[in-house]
Each structure stands twice: as C-alpha cells, then as structure tokens.
C-alpha cells in the first residue's frame, strides 16, 4: 500500500554531518505527517522529528539543535540533515508515514558515529 525508498545512512566520525532521505509512494492523504524515528541496540524506538504538510515539524530534544527536517513542497520526500553527529545517535533510522488514520514504516537505513 506505501512504498519507502530511504537513504543517506552510513558511517561517519563525530562531528560530522549525514543527510537522510525518505521518498514515500502510494496511499498516502495529501495531508499527512512524515518524519524519522531511530531505535539503537537495547533501546526502544524513539522519534527523531517529524514534518506535516504544511511544513511545520517537532523535534526530540535530544537532536533539537542538530538535525533538521525537511520535506519537498508538494511531495513525500522528506530530508533530514544531522549535524554535530555523536557515538549516541548510533540507530538504525525508520522513515514514518502518518497518513489517515493509518501508519507506515521503512525498512530503516542504519546510521553509525565513531569516536
């Protein structure tokens, strides 16, 4: 029903900077909210940020002044921009789809910041 294509993830030194990517694709409202959530090992899922259709977006504190999100006007593209990466924003990054009153996931791209 909602296909995910997710990429940027990879292996950087703390410091640095990695963009991700998430184009959604197919039923999927005009109106609806997309955003990143990261699960580490022994952790739970948690939310990274997340941009509606308007363009307004919500952060975790913990990335607040790092990350950016952003998504292309007029479609289910979103970006997010990290910044200042460290060892613990180590996860494995799931693109997220709230369209209606439904929820959708990636398959996740994995991110890993050495020190």
């Known amino acids: 029903q909602v296909r995910f294509v997710e990429s940027g993830g990879g292996l950087v030194q703390a410091g640095g900077s990695l963009r991700l990517s998430c184009a959604a694709s197919g039923s999927i409202d005009k109106f609806n909210v997309m955003g990143w959530y990261r699960q580490a090992p022994g952790k739970q899922r948690e939310l990274v940020a997340t941009?509606?259709?308007?363009?307004?977006?919500n952060y975790a504190d913990a990335v607040k002044a790092r990350f950016t999100i952003s998504r292309a006007n007029g479609r289910s593209l979103v970006y997010l921009q990290m910044n200042d990466l460290s060892p613990k924003d180590t996860a494995v990054y799931y693109c997220n789809v709230r369209s209606g009153i439904r929820e959708f996931w990636g398959q996740g791209t994995q991110v890993t910041v050495s020190s």
């Open positions: 941009v509606g259709s308007s363009g307004n977006t």
